[in-house]
T-cell receptor, first 108, second 111 residues
Framework: GIQVEQSPPDLILQEGANSTLRCNFSDSVNNLQWFHQNPWGQLINLFYIPSGTKQNGRLSATTVATERYSLLYISSSQTTDSGVYFCAGVNYGQNFVFGPGTRLSVLP | DGGITQSPKYLFRKEGQNVTLSCEQNLNHDAMYWYRQDPGQGLRLIYYSQIVNDFQKGDIAEGYSVSREKKESFPLTVTSAQKNPTAFYLC??????????FGPGTRLTVL
């Protein structure tokens, strides 16, 4: 199955700063999602983005399928953005594979 | 309200006991999944079901069992054969190979 890497593993920001999180895949995927896990453990869908660019408020994501990576941008970060960000990918006939996550801490 | 519910939120088990975690969805999704998350780690797939009365093992199925008798329900039993069951368990559903939606999770602790 595919392997998923995420970088950086940990990130500490001051409130208001911008950041970029990266997700690399060992093979092509036909479905890619970004999730935010809040401090209570709930996984929240951020983007379904197998290719192209999407934006939702202060967050945006870009997937370059031909080069097997995706980026999550967080602008003007807030303390509520803290938590763990996961990407997950799947290929036809297989199941979702999750990356190890990026732990983000936004300081006031 | 459409969504996925899991119960209980917290569960304590004694050594040697089987316990069953509940997962219900009213999203009319065909596929349902169980994941395990250990502290500071990512999610690992335990079992999944693409259709009623059918399910397949994931990457770490040993010591777990499931059933899928109804489209809305996918309970997970953690058996005494699972050597290290203390973890956070997450249930998800999706419409085929599409966006996954997650429940709030169950934290299982073995005493």
């Amino acid at each position: 199955g595919i392997q998923v890497e995420q970088s950086p593993p940990d990130l500490i920001l001051q409130e208001g700063a911008n950041s970029t999180l990266r997700c690399n895949f060992s093979d092509s995927v036909n479905n890619l999602q970004w999730f935010h896990q809040n401090p209570w453990g709930q996984l929240i869908n951020l983007f379904y983005i197998p290719s192209g660019t999407k934006q939702n408020g202060r967050l945006s994501a870009t997937t370059v399928a031909t080069e097997r990576y995706s980026l999550l941008y967080i602008s003007s970060s807030q303390t509520t953005d803290s938590g763990v960000y996961f990407c997950a990918g799947v290929n036809y006939g297989q199941n979702f594979v999750f990356g190890p996550g990026t732990r983000l801490s936004v300081l006031p | 309200d459409g969504g996925i519910t899991q119960s209980p939120k917290y569960l304590f088990r004694k050594e040697g006991q089987n316990v069953t975690l509940s997962c219900e969805q009213n999203l009319n999704h065909d596929a349902m999944y169980w994941y395990r998350q250990d502290p500071g780690q990512g999610l690992r797939l335990i079992y999944y079901s693409q259709i009623v009365n059918d399910f397949q093992k994931g990457d770490i199925a040993e010591g777990y069992s499931v059933s899928r008798e109804k489209k809305e329900s996918f309970p997970l039993t953690v058996t005494s054969a699972q050597k290290n069951p203390t973890a956070f368990y997450l249930c998800a559903s999706s419409s085929r190979v599409d966006t996954q939606y997650f429940g709030p999770g169950t934290r299982l602790t073995v005493l």
